[in-house]
């Protein structure tokens, strides 16, 4: 058995030495399973990019939330990051003010179950 090994001088041989002709069925979910779920469906709507209707997911937003999306998609990183940090101290005042009434409905017994 003698074995040759490619030659970066050769040129097209080298070349032709690097093609597999090895056909991959992809058809079956067993063998290729999806990685991200949702990924082929995001992907295969790429494939067509000449439509004229809009997404499916940007279907059902507003005029507002598109404002919204041009809003933020022109920030920098470090303004961004200060959106979100913004909008994680609103999460957090929410939470301590949701726990406050919480606390207050407790002893006014607001949330008491009525006795049978």
Known sequence: VVIEMASPNGGEDFESSL???EKLDRASPDLW???LPGVSEFAASFKNPITNS???WMAELESEDIEMLKELGSLTT???ME???GLQNLAYQLGL?????MTRG?????????KK
């Open 19 to 21: 093609l597999s002709f």
């Open 97 to 101: 003010e949701e726990s406050r009434e």
């Open 106 to 114: 407790k002893f006014l017994n607001i949330l008491e179950r009525p």
């Open 33 to 35: 399973p999806e990685q």
């Open 78 to 80: 470090a303004n961004l």
């Open 54 to 56: 809009p997404p499916k």
């Open 83 to 85: 959106k979100v940090k």
